[in-house]
């Protein structure tokens, strides 16, 4: 059974930064994507960012573009979330998740994603 671990997580300052990893662990799947997710209290769940592992392009929502940037590590089977200038409207709940199958243009979609991380708290306060 494959399970996913992040980390990184914690209480920033408006401006500051964070970086997220999560750690895949089990049996080895040939992922075509993985992602990072966020949920904020009383708002649905929204993708913040995509790799796709078979071409190496990668995908951002537009409230986080030029700030965050995703990253994967084949070796240690690890993607990053590098959070640059966060917001107070940044804090969520973050979760990676990864896709056995792919359609580019469904990457936001959650229901593309078969596995899923526990989550890791983001908070950015002042």
């Known amino acids: 059974q494959v399970q996913f671990v992040e980390s990184g997580g914690g209480l920033v300052q408006p401006g500051g930064s964070l970086r997220l990893s999560c750690a895949a662990s089990g049996f080895a799947l040939n992922f075509y994507a993985m992602a990072w997710f966020r949920q904020a209290p009383g708002k649905e769940r929204e993708a913040v960012a995509c790799?796709?592992?078979?071409?190496?392009?990668?995908y951002y929502a537009d409230s986080v573009k030029g700030r965050f940037t995703i990253t994967r590590d084949n070796a240690k089977n690890t993607v990053h979330l590098q959070m640059n200038s966060l917001k107070v409207e940044d804090t969520a709940v973050y979760y990676c998740a990864a896709a056995l199958g792919w359609a580019k243009t469904r990457w936001p979609e959650a229901s593309l994603y078969d596995y899923w991380g526990q989550g890791t708290q983001v908070t950015v306060s002042s």
């Open positions: 790799f796709s592992t078979s071409d190496g392009i990668t």
